[in-house]
């Protein structure tokens, strides 16, 4: 199975700032990751799907790159809206897996 | 717009089966690949199987033995069941819609929406 390590597990800034979080993969995953965000109590929300590819709707201070086993999702320009959890997510072979995820919070 | 609501009893005894219903709505169920996912109390998520429109299935090994997802395209509506649960089955599940695409000759894909999510505590 392909094992997906997020890191960091949480992380403080503020309105404004820019945050990177990064997604590594056990092995290559070509561009078979996604990006997902999470809010207490809510559906997760896709954000980024194809490593790299904005989901419609989504504010393009979200922006996804990387391939094979490393990734990362950065956020411009935080907003408000933006503190909640991200995680990452393999599609490239069944089992399909997870990062641990991110906690964003307001500093 | 394609929306997704999971039902079910919230409290399962341990050893019994687990059964869970999501009802598809804005959408017709029968072209697209449907899976379950779950999430344990302070963990990641678990990809748990999909099942298509059409009923092929594909089950996470880890569950395999416990596992069936169904589809009644009738209802619109698919279906989990996880036997012999433990506390260890306690989660929050969750169902999503897969859509998949091509892109430079190859296929990827990704989950997409998903439900609120439904909370079931295995607990005697």
Do not use: H
Not at chain 1, 9 to 29: E, M, N, P, W
Not at chain 1, 33 to 55: D, V
């Amino acid at each position: 199975d392909i094992q997906m390590t997020q890191s960091p597990s949480s992380l403080s800034a503020s309105v404004g700032d820019r945050v990177t979080i990064t997604c590594r993969a056990s092995q290559s995953i070509n561009s078979n990751l996604n990006w997902y965000l999470q809010r207490p109590g809510k559906a997760p929300k896709l954000l980024i799907y194809a490593a790299s590819s904005l989901q419609t709707g989504v504010p393009s201070r979200f922006s996804g790159s990387g391939s094979g086993t490393d990734f990362s999702l950065t956020i411009s320009n935080l907003q408000p809206e933006d503190f909640a959890t991200y995680f990452c997510q393999q599609s490239y072979t069944t089992p399909y897996s997870f990062g641990q995820g991110t906690k964003l919070e307001i500093k | 717009q394609v929306q997704l609501q999971e039902s079910g009893p919230g409290l399962v005894k341990p050893s019994e089966t687990l059964s869970l219903t999501c009802t598809v709505s804005g959408g017709s169920i029968s072209s697209y690949y449907w899976s379950w996912i779950r999430q344990p109390p302070g963990k990641g998520m678990e990809w748990i199987g999909y099942i298509y429109g059409r009923g092929s299935t594909n089950y996470n090994p880890s569950l395999k033995s416990r596992v069936t997802i169904s589809i009644d395209t009738s209802k619109n509506q698919f279906s989990l069941k996880l036997n012999s649960v433990t506390a260890a089955d306690t989660a929050v599940y969750y169902c999503a819609r897969v859509v998949g695409s091509y892109d430079s000759g190859r296929y990827t894909n990704w989950f997409d929406p998903w439900g609120q999510g439904t909370l079931v505590t295995v607990f005697s």
